[in-house]
């Protein structure tokens, strides 16, 4: 039987293809042995900081690194469907700044909040999907187009709001319970955060959706021939990139009731960040949201503890970098290992 005609089954038949063809056993339990370490390591430096400062393990520090996992933790969930599909999505911090413009002006309107949240989420999912057909009808490379739609979309925000903030003060109330809020103890944002990574385990690991992203990711050529629709699945990730930027930029303007258009800048390195620290491979089809979550956390406590320690951003900034660095070296040679 053709590989056209299993595909064509049903979904048993596609997630045998997928991980039979394009996701070796040996390539996913290296993933899933580098996520358990990243675990490890984040354990380890949550007990470092312990040491160096004592303010560390403090209720309310604890919280505060929390909320801030959250915000880069969901733009990094929808930059891990990019990537798994050995794509890049340079535009999300661009997105939340455009999303958070979008909705301060609508709640500031006086429309319902309700209305107002959705319809930002369709602003940022409306980007994603821009970049998704640039990339798939145009035939522009990931970078190129998501690098474009940085400057674009960043200036098309600052152009609306004339770069400055947009106040929701007298709304504030009706919103604050997104970004400030708790519930049985945990701030509501780590509570989306967690809501937005198990669907998207559940999506990734048992949807045909999901089985396709991996796919694409790990042969592009091979899931076209196979009749996979390669298209809508690229379109879909990097729309999934952009709702998920714009459900950050609506807990950030819940928190400082305000539509801040520079919101957001320099967040899609963090957001790459995370998903290389939590084993999601750069060149597609291995990884998952698991591990993007540790990723998350090693990212905000490590910001939270030069911040204590009174580090400079910018000297934070070289310390990122170097994070990145280092990742993208660890997965180049664990590629090259598999391609012996």
């Known amino acids: 039987m053709s590989a056209t005609n299993q595909l064509t089954e049903g979904p048993e038949r596609i997630s045998v293809l997928v991980r039979r063809l394009l996701m070796p056993a040996n390539a996913a339990v290296r993933s899933r042995l580098r996520s358990s ?21 403090t209720t309310g520090n604890l919280l505060n690194v929390a909320r801030q996992m959250a915000i880069v933790g969901i733009v ?50 409306l980007v994603g999907a821009i970049n998704g057909l640039g990339i798939t009808v145009g035939g522009v490379q990931p970078f190129i187009m998501t690098l474009a739609m940085l400057v674009i979309v960043r200036g098309v925000t600052m152009t609306y709001s004339n770069g400055q903030p947009i106040s929701i003060r007298p709304v504030a109330d009706d919103v604050a319970w997104i970004g400030t809020g708790t519930l049985l103890g945990l701030p509501v944002p780590v509570w989306i955060l967690l809501f937005v990574t198990a669907i998207s385990a559940f999506v990734l690991r048992a949807t045909p959706f999901g089985w396709h992203v991996y796919a694409v990711g790990g042969n592009l050529e091979a899931a076209r021939r196979s009749g996979l629709g390669t298209r809508r699945t690229l379109i879909a990730a990097y729309t999934v990139s952009g709702l998920c930027a714009a459900i950050s930029a609506l807990i950030i303007v819940s928190r400082l009731t305000a539509g801040e258009p520079s919101q957001g800048t320099g967040m899609e390195l963090d957001a790459i960040a995370i998903v290389v620290i939590g084993g ?10 698991g591990g993007t979550l540790v990723g998350a956390g090693i990212i905000a406590v490590m910001a939270n503890l030069l911040n204590l320690l009174g580090v400079s951003p910018f000297s934070q900034q070289i310390v990122k970098g170097l994070i990145i660095l280092a990742a993208v070296l660890v997965e180049g040679r664990t590629e090259k290992r598999r391609g012996t």
């Open 37 to 57: 370490g990243m675990v490890v390591a984040l354990l380890l430096l949550m007990l470092v900081g312990s040491f160096l400062s004592p303010h560390f393990f």
């Open 76 to 125: 990094g969930i929808g930059m891990t469907y990019v990537i798994l599909t050995a794509g890049i999505d340079l535009s999300v911090g661009s997105t939340v700044g455009f999303a958070a413009i979008a909705a301060a002006a609508l709640l500031a309107s006086g429309l319902p909040w309700p209305l107002a949240c959705l319809l930002a989420l369709l602003a940022g999912a």
């Open 280 to 289: 999601t491979s750069l060149f597609g089809g291995i990884g998952g949201v």
